[in-house]
């Protein structure tokens, strides 16, 4: 396949050669092409684009509007200006991307619920937290803000390395001097090709500490860090829920998941009655959707136990629930909500950044901070490098004048007579270009006696100043003292003493919610299920209800009529060996003839309904015998029953042929088992085993014949049996009595010929 230049890397051509193979034409395979230009693409995605630098914890296109906003003078010690206009700059000199991006990019760093400590200081609309956009740049305004300020602390110092922009116009920085943790303090989202970045905001005086803890103690452990800096600290406050040892873990791994929940109380009213207010939302929600969203779930009834939602928010965010009642129980409508809305979210951190500003790599909490203070170490070095070549510099011109003002009638003389005055002057007085150049363009102001004073006082100062910068280099311990103060003046600046730097989101415990009771999903109403022969289910108000009232479908009769609550579960026990589970409040009302089980659940039309019975939350203790037609059982616990979705649950595995007898509760001691051949076996119940699935133990042997009917009863009732219209007892039941498994013996006199209890 033909393709242009760069295709072939070992036949790639660079330099002031390669405009003579302009047009040259080289063969590479597609899979090789696109390959190159692929990963070239992901590498500038990664790099260039949607990572943040761990440095400073800015993206490029951050970096730039920061960077060309200082340039233009708009900080925050001046007035604001139109967005539009630094919107501009940017895209022109630095970020040619387009402008929509860029003001993207400024609107983010100005939001004060999207930056827990906001770059930009914005004027106008800025969005909101309902999730409005904001206005267009040409209707807004912006400064840097003082943490901005300090995120270019000493850019003009050469503090960091410069870049050319794209256009080779001018240069740029590589990465900013950032005496300000922007990474940890404001967090970073990004997502690139293959990989992504979710760092999440944390408190600037807590990361202080954990910086300073670091510098005295660099064997430091993660756990000691999360001393001093327990966790993050969003934006929009709210409360994180997530165990100390799970946050551990995951500041230990750069990855894991944080719990956050909304924050709450409770205003009482008149009359005994109480309302809940929201006053503060999980990051990055928007409070529009989420009271959407409970107004759906009220509509739709999922949550009977709350009425209605308001919102009352002004700046601060205020959402007032009304309870049905005053006998609901706030903290379990709460935890409803938690668990069905964005009430409660998961921030799933992962700390990729790039180190150095080239290398993507996970980085744990102590990681990330070494590399904050290895980068204001050699922040520090380079810009005390820059400062002591100022003071040669200075010392050199103020060396000069002061071998002038000690010879001024020679050098004033040499002016005057000399055509060459300066080459004179470097030969007499051994001065250097730099010397005889500055004493040549002093004012004859300057040559008073005060001024040589104040020249001879600038140099001893210099002069100190030099030797104290030369220490600092030389002495490792001095640096990181230097740098003790620069990070205790930030926690100054913007400690939780200042209305910015105050914590705004609390640690809680979450209480165990495992199984969140029904009543507070589900409105409990008595109701009675009836259930038709041919699985025609539907259910009835109350509990009053008479069976001869009912009516059914041509050739249908009723078979199962069960009283229960809407907070029940219905369970179905079929000849498959499989159980299904259904709501009560999910059941067809009304007085029709209901809806077809089978289009409920996926029981085929082979299979047919064993038992039916209702189940409530408090009983998923309570334990059931289930037996197949060739005698086979075992014990089972209500909870091991519960199927979740429509395809119900296997709990009894059948040889093929075989289907399933019966499922009955365990009220007694003692189980009657009679087969079709008439063999009565009585045993105890401890004699079977309990499962969770299976096919079970023999329960009775048959030679020919199959189990006709089983009973679950108490010793000192006795063995009951409905003969005719009586109900005969045996309480000395003996006779029969044996081990699990045996065949049993004819039933006493008078048991029904149907062999059926």
């Not at 999730?131 to 400064?143: H, I, L, P, V």
């Not at 334990?623 to 197949?628: D, I, K, N, P, Q």
């Not at 000192?716 to 045996?742: H, P, V, Y």
Request: charged share 30%.
């Amino acid at each position: 396949m033909k393709q242009d230049s760069f295709s072939d890397t070992s036949k790639r051509v660079d330099g002031p050669d390669a405009s003579n193979k302009i047009g040259t034409v080289y063969e590479s395979s597609l899979e090789q092409a696109l390959g190159e230009r692929y990963l070239g693409y992901a590498l500038s995605t990664i790099t260039a684009r949607s990572l943040p630098d761990v440095r400073d914890g800015l993206k490029p296109v951050q970096r730039r509007i920061l960077y060309a906003m200082k340039e233009a003078g708009n900080t925050w010690d001046k007035s604001y200006k139109k967005s539009a206009s630094a919107v501009g700059y940017v895209m022109m000199k630095y970020h040619p991307h387009g402008n929509d991006p860029i003001y993207e990019a400024m609107v983010r760093m100005a939001q004060e619920f999207s930056t827990r400590y906001p770059l930009v200081d914005g004027q106008g609309n800025f969005g909101s937290l309902d999730g409005d956009n904001a206005a267009a740049m040409r209707y807004t305004e912006a400064r840097l803000t003082r943490a901005a300020g300090a995120m270019l602390e000493g850019i003009d110092e050469d503090a960091v390395d410069f870049q050319e922009t794209y256009n080779g116009e001018t240069r740029e920085p590589k990465v900013l001097p950032a005496s300000f943790p922007n990474l940890l303090a404001n967090g970073a989202t990004g997502i690139a090709v293959g990989m992504a970045t979710n760092v999440p905001p944390h408190n600037v005086a807590e990361i202080c500490d954990a910086l300073l803890h670091l510098i005295r103690q660099p064997k430091a452990s993660i756990e000691s860090l999360m001393s001093c800096l327990p966790g993050p600290d969003f934006p929009t406050g709210g409360v994180i829920v997530e165990d100390s040892a799970s946050l551990l873990k995951t500041y230990e791994t750069g990855r894991g998941s944080i719990r956050l929940r909304a924050r709450f109380e409770i205003e009482q009213l008149k009359s005994g009655l109480y309302q809940i207010v929201i006053t503060e939302i999980p990051y990055q929600v928007q409070k529009g959707r989420l009271i959407e969203k409970m107004a759906d779930l009220i509509v739709e009834k999922k949550i009977p136990l709350l009425t209605d939602v308001r919102d009352e928010s002004t700046t601060d965010v205020r959402i007032v629930l009304t309870p049905r009642n005053r006998t609901v129980d706030a903290e379990m409508l709460m935890e409803a909500l938690f668990r069905l809305t964005d009430l409660e979210t998961r921030f799933n951190l992962n700390m990729n950044v790039l180190d150095q500003g080239r290398f993507p790599r996970v980085m744990s909490l102590k990681e990330v901070l070494e590399a904050f203070l290895h980068h204001r170490k050699e922040v520090l070095c380079r810009k005390t490098t820059h400062r002591l070549v100022q003071i040669e510099h200075r010392l050199e011109v103020l060396e000069g004048f002061r071998i002038a003002y000690l010879n001024l009638d020679e050098v004033i003389r040499l002016i005057r007579e000399e055509q060459n005055p300066k080459a004179k002057m470097m030969a007499r007085w051994k001065l250097s270009d730099l010397q005889a150049e500055a004493i040549l363009n002093m004012r004859l102001r300057a040559l008073h006696k005060l001024e040589e004073i104040q020249i001879l006082e600038e140099l001893k100062k210099l002069t100190e100043e030099k030797e104290t910068l030369h220490h600092l280099l030389q002495n490792e311990s001095r640096q990181w003292a230097k740098l003790t103060e620069e990070i205790r003046k930030i926690r100054q600046a913007f400690g939780k003493e200042t209305p910015l730097g105050k914590r705004r989101t609390d640690f809680a415990i979450a209480p165990e919610r495992e199984v969140i009771p029904l009543e507070a999903m589900i409105e409990r109403e008595p109701v009675t299920i009836i259930c038709s022969k041919k699985g025609w289910i539907r259910t009835l108000k109350g509990h009053t209800i008479d069976s001869m009232d009912l009516k059914y479908k041509e050739g249908d009769e009723g078979r199962f009529m069960l009283p229960g609550e809407t907070t029940d579960k219905l369970m179905l026990f079929a000849t498959n060996g499989r159980m299904y589970t259904l709501g009560v409040d999910k059941l067809p009302g009304g007085r029709g003839h209901g809806e077809p089980l089978r289009l409920m659940i996926d029981l085929t039309n082979e299979d047919e309904i064993v038992s039916l019975f209702v189940l409530k939350a408090e009983e998923t203790d309570a334990r059931f015998l289930v037996a197949s037609q060739d005698g086979y059982g075992f014990l089972i616990k209500a909870r091991d029953m519960m199927a979740q979705t429509r395809g119900g649950k296997q709990i009894m595995n059948l040889p093929e042929g075989q289907k399933t007898f019966a499922c009955v509760p365990v009220t007694g001691d003692w189980i009657a088992i009679v087969g079709n051949n008439r063999k009565l076996l009585i045993f105890e119940v401890s004699e079977i085993p309990e499962l969770t699935r299976g096919r079970g133990v023999i329960l009775q042997r048959y030679k020919e014949g199959a189990l006709a009917d089983l009973k679950i009863f108490n010793a000192e009732d006795g063995l009951t049996w409905q003969s005719g219209e009586r109900i005969r007892c045996e309480r000395d039941f003996r006779l029969w009595q044996g081990k699990r498994a045996q065949t049993g013996k004819m039933p006493p006199v008078g048991f029904p010929r149907t062999n059926r209890f």
